[in-house]
């Protein structure tokens, strides 16, 4: 038993099944590091795992899970005074120690979530206890995402619950659900985070590898390995009112100028390097709205004069 009173149990690996719709990881990082670091110091933290009949799902600890499968694949030799990582026979890399005594990957230390508990409070204990690779932009906003479609949290709430910012959270509560195939361009860096998040805005999970794919076809034509965003057909996504035959649409070139500025400070807003850079960014982006007709002029002059 646990400090925390939890019961912990073993599970051979072959009983450890992934629960994809906890797994939020498009990067797994280096699982070889993560594996060698399993063998050498022993497992420090149980699985959580959730039980259907016979079977166990992982719904926090998908690295180590990986982690567990590759050390089957690898061992540990010691020559010279130094301990070497083989796989196959061939060195990989060197290891901090011998293989720990308590190591075996048919003794997984796991603990059980009860089927009762909260869904929505599991999902989110992934990003409040995580300790080993931190998520990405693209991980953590499909994250708030998915758990602000899984519990029924205010905005508010949800920047409370996960420590983002109310504009993070407006940001990932307007994405659509991700195809996992785009998601599988990004793990292959064929697609890059920023235009992956830009699809998920737009497209609905039907319409996003249609997209894509054109795309891609258009770089090969221009022999060109980098997609850039002006490869896809944004209008049609967007929710535009479709163009009678033979009518020219009339698009007013200042908005649509403004209207990209602001998708792009949008974006800029997650990367911004301080706070001064932050308040400049997020004022230029009331101004782009307000001119745009999307924010009345009564917050716009609240905020230029400090009032929020």
Known sequence: ?????????????????????????IF??????????????????????????????????????RAFERSRRLRIETAGGRHVVLE?????????GPVHENFDTNCICCRL??????????FASQLAYNSGKPFT??????????????????????????GFSRSDVAGAQNLNAADPRLLDC???????????????????????????????????RNHRDKILPADIDWGRGSGSAPVAPGLKQQVDPVRARLHDVASRLGDELRFAPNPTAQDRLATMLMICRFATGKLPYAKLESHLLGRE
């Open 1 to 25: 038993m646990r400090k925390d009173g939890s019961v912990t149990f073993t599970l051979p690996l072959e009983q450890i099944l992934e629960d994809r719709n906890f797994n939020i990881r």
């Open 28 to 65: 797994f990082g280096d699982i070889d590091l993560l594996a060698i670091q399993l063998m050498t110091e022993g497992q420090l933290d149980p699985l959580k795992v959730r039980r259907q009949g016979d079977q166990f799902y992982v719904v926090d600890g998908h690295r180590r899970q």
């Open 88 to 96: 196959d026979g061939r060195p990989l890399r060197e290891a901090p």
């Open 113 to 122: 979530v009860d089927n009762a508990d909260d869904e929505p409070e599991v």
């Open 137 to 162: 932009l693209l991980e953590r906003m499909i994250f708030l995402s998915r758990l602000s479609r899984l519990g029924p949290y205010t905005r508010e709430q949800l920047a409370l619950k996960t």
């Open 186 to 220: 990004v793990r292959e860096g064929r697609v890059s985070q920023k235009l992956a998040l830009r699809l998920l805005r737009v497209f609905p999970p039907e319409e996003q590898m249609a997209k894509l794919c054109a795309a891609m076809a258009d770089a090969e």
